[in-house]
């Protein structure tokens, strides 16, 4: 089993910066993909970004590519998703993931979720 515990969200003004990690525990935690999702009341989860295992490769919703970036230090089993010139529109409880196979922007393909952190960006 993996369980991730996500913390660094809060209350921003607009144009600031947060960064949120989430810290992985389990069995073989850091041989699978990550990624973070948010969610807004009244909303659907959406992808915001995703990291191979390895880090090789990253992907990123449009919606913030260029603003976001997704890290990993696996030596600490900690995913990281840097998050800068903060929007409104980026308010929403974030998630991350971990998942295996297939493709990184859908959720049904991570198995094991965090419980969330609340972002907060104000006008």
């Known amino acids: 089993q993996v369980q991730l515990v996500e913390s660094g969200g809060g209350l921003v003004q607009a144009g600031g910066s947060l960064r949120l990690s989430c810290a992985a525990s389990?069995?073989?935690?850091?041989?699978?993909?990550k990624g973070w999702f948010r969610q807004a009341p009244g909303k659907e989860r959406e992808f915001v970004a995703a990291?191979?295992?390895?880090?090789?490769?990253?992907d990123y919703a449009d919606s913030v590519k260029g603003r976001f970036a997704i890290s990993r230090d696996n030596a600490k089993n900690t995913v990281y998703l840097q998050m800068n010139s903060l929007k409104p529109e980026d308010t929403a409880v974030y998630y991350c993931?971990?998942?295996?196979?297939?493709?990184?922007?859908?959720?049904?393909?991570?198995?094991?979720w965090g419980q969330g952190t609340q972002v907060t960006v104000s006008s």
């Open positions: 993931a971990s998942g295996g196979a297939g493709s990184m922007r859908e959720a049904v393909q991570y198995a094991y």
């Open positions: 389990g069995r073989a935690s850091s041989t699978y993909a």
């Open positions: 990291i191979t295992w390895n880090g090789g490769n990253t």
